[in-house]
């Protein structure tokens, strides 16, 4: 059996492809990746505080992580399909330093408005990095795109972990203004991201000489099952981060409302959550390239659902035990997800991209907002109560066509710039 994958993995015939992964690229855009979801990690971190000092509802809450998420997935899709056609090695750079303003503007709202406006900014730079990181990525697989999905994906989920320890630490100790502080953490990447858009361009001038006339592999699958396939998995992506948002965004009340432990205690133990996350993270991608990214995914998902369904009648103790389970099994899927879905469209690497993370981003913010308002009218409890259900939708996955067991076909590409920028 064959596991078709796009152009964007393969060498043109008569040159030999990669021998492996270039885990220096890898390391370096996961480092970024941590550097970027750090800085975002932190707006959620600092709920409590904004939600004390602005006295905030959990609807406005809400309304915060909404306006992140919708910045940062409404441009995605439409930056992934641009850089298809034509690659910005040095957008990442810009990207991030809409994020380095986001954050030094946060750190001195004195309002709401302008707190919306400074994770509006924090989640454009976000929308900027991801498709084009994700690129990279796969650029720098050697054949191995599930791997290289989780590398890179990984260090967005230290980062992610990261962020609750800092505010416990150093945020809600010395205040908002402290957020300041993390604008090193921006430039850091900046300086990095400057280097991977140097090997960037270098490696597209590499590839675009080769691709004068290039045998790829196209999947034969009708288009009528590449579109049920996607929708599949975008209602997929639906269940998973309405059920994150759950955890991410209401967690810290959560432990609060029904243990009534400290503020910082709680961010330790979504600290926890997050690093089990991370871990899951790293786990799915290398498994979905070795057994199939199908199973990865309906497993990732639907295996999550005995533990959700324990969460809202756990004690305190276990309710920290059952949340690793949770984030290892739940955080697997979006690597296979993510190159699953790569396969299903070869040569559209950032338009998927740029789909699929701003498409999460999106029920992020919508599921942040929505359970905001029912935690509101019915209490922080119904809210866990209610998503507990939502990883049974994981059943859709059984409607995904294995791929491993098409074989491709072969067309010709003749279109340089397409081949060469698509890589």
């Given at each position: 059996?064959?596991?078709?994958?796009?152009?964007?993995?393969?060498?043109?015939?008569?040159?030999?492809?990669?021998?492996?992964?270039?885990?220096?690229?890898?390391?370096?855009?996961?480092?970024?990746?941590?550097?970027?979801?750090?800085?975002?990690?932190?707006?959620?971190?600092?709920?409590?505080?904004?939600?004390?000092?602005?006295?905030?509802?959990?609807?406005?809450?809400?309304?915060?992580?909404?306006?992140?998420?919708?910045?940062?997935?409404?441009?995605?899709?439409?930056?992934?399909?641009?850089?298809?056609?034509?690659?910005?090695?040095?957008?990442?750079?810009?990207?991030?330093?809409?994020?380095?303003?986001?954050?030094?503007?946060?750190?001195?709202?004195?309002?709401?408005?302008?707190?919306?406006?400074?994770?509006?900014?924090?989640?454009?730079?976000?929308?900027?990095?991801?498709?084009?990181?994700?690129?990279?990525?796969?650029?720098?697989?050697?054949?191995?795109?599930?791997?290289?999905?989780?590398?890179?994906?990984?260090?967005?989920?230290?980062?992610?972990?990261?962020?609750?320890?800092?505010?416990a630490f150093i945020v809600l100790p010395q205040g908002r203004g402290s957020l300041a502080w993390f604008s090193v953490l921006a430039l850091i990447a900046m300086a990095f991201l400057f280097r991977i858009g140097?090997?960037?361009?270098?490696?597209?001038?590499?590839?675009?000489?080769?691709?004068?006339?290039?045998?790829?592999?196209?999947?034969?699958?009708?288009?009528?099952?590449?579109?049920?396939?996607?929708?599949?998995?975008?209602?997929?992506?639906?269940?998973?981060?309405?059920?994150?948002?759950?955890?991410?965004?209401?967690?810290?009340?959560?432990?609060?409302?029904?243990?009534?432990?400290?503020?910082?205690?709680?961010?330790?133990?979504?600290?926890?959550?997050?690093?089990?996350?991370?871990?899951?993270?790293?786990?799915?991608?290398?498994?979905?390239?070795?057994?199939?990214?199908?199973?990865?995914?309906?497993?990732?998902?639907?295996?999550?659902?005995?533990?959700?369904?324990?969460?809202?009648?756990?004690?305190?103790?276990?309710?920290?035990?059952?949340?690793?389970?949770?984030?290892?099994?739940?955080?697997?899927?979006?690597?296979?997800?993510?190159?699953?879905?790569?396969?299903?469209?070869?040569?559209?690497?950032?338009?998927?991209?740029?789909?699929?993370?701003?498409?999460?981003f999106g029920m992020g913010g919508i599921g942040a907002a929505v359970l905001g308002g029912l935690a509101d009218s019915h209490g922080i409890e119904f809210v866990y109560q209610l998503c507990a259900w939502l990883?049974?939708?994981?059943?859709?996955?059984?409607?995904?066509?294995?791929?491993?067991?098409?074989?491709?076909?072969?067309?010709?590409?003749?279109?340089?710039?397409?081949?060469?920028?698509?890589?």
């Amino acid at each position: 059996m064959v596991n078709p994958q796009s152009p964007n993995d393969q060498e043109p015939m008569g040159r030999s492809a990669p021998q492996g992964p270039q885990f220096a690229v890898l390391g370096a855009i996961s480092l970024c990746h941590m550097l970027n979801d750090t800085i975002q990690s932190l707006i959620v971190a600092i709920y409590p505080l904004l939600k004390s000092s602005l006295a905030l509802s959990f609807a406005q809450i809400g309304l915060i992580t909404f306006v992140y998420q919708l910045s940062a997935s409404l441009f995605q899709p439409v930056i992934g399909y641009y850089t298809d056609l034509k690659p910005k090695p040095f957008s990442l750079v810009i990207g991030m330093s809409c994020s380095l303003m986001g954050l030094l503007l946060l750190s001195v709202a004195p309002a709401y408005g302008i707190v919306l406006a400074a994770v509006g900014l924090i989640g454009l730079g976000s929308s900027v990095f991801h498709p084009e990181s994700s690129r990279i990525a796969r650029l720098a697989s050697g054949g191995q795109p599930g791997l290289a999905q989780s590398v890179f994906q990984v260090g967005g989920n230290f980062g992610t972990a990261i962020g609750p320890l800092l505010a416990a630490f150093i945020v809600l100790p010395q205040g908002r203004g402290s957020l300041a502080w993390f604008s090193v953490l921006a430039l850091i990447a900046m300086a990095f991201l400057f280097r991977i858009g140097l090997w960037y361009g270098r490696e597209l001038v590499r590839r675009k000489a080769k691709a004068r006339q290039a045998n790829v592999r196209a999947l034969p699958l009708p288009k009528k099952q590449v579109a049920v396939s996607v929708a599949i998995l975008l209602v997929l992506i639906f269940s998973k981060y309405f059920y994150l948002a759950s955890i991410s965004s209401y967690y810290l009340f959560y432990l609060i409302h029904k243990f009534g432990i400290s503020p910082e205690e709680a961010q330790l133990r979504l600290f926890i959550f997050l690093g089990s996350v991370a871990a899951g993270t790293l786990i799915g991608g290398p498994i979905g390239d070795r057994i199939g990214r199908k199973y990865v995914i309906w497993g990732s998902i639907l295996g999550v659902l005995p533990f959700s369904l324990a969460l809202p009648h756990a004690d305190l103790f276990w309710t920290a035990v059952l949340t690793v389970p949770i984030g290892i099994i739940l955080s697997s899927a979006f690597a296979a997800i993510l190159v699953y879905a790569q396969d299903l469209i070869p040569g559209r690497t950032g338009t998927v991209a740029g789909l699929f993370f701003g498409f999460a981003f999106g029920m992020g913010g919508i599921g942040a907002a929505v359970l905001g308002g029912l935690a509101d009218s019915h209490g922080i409890e119904f809210v866990y109560q209610l998503c507990a259900w939502l990883p049974a939708i994981g059943l859709l996955a059984m409607f995904l066509p294995d791929l491993r067991e098409k074989e491709p076909k072969v067309k010709v590409v003749t279109n340089v710039t397409e081949q060469a920028s698509q890589a």
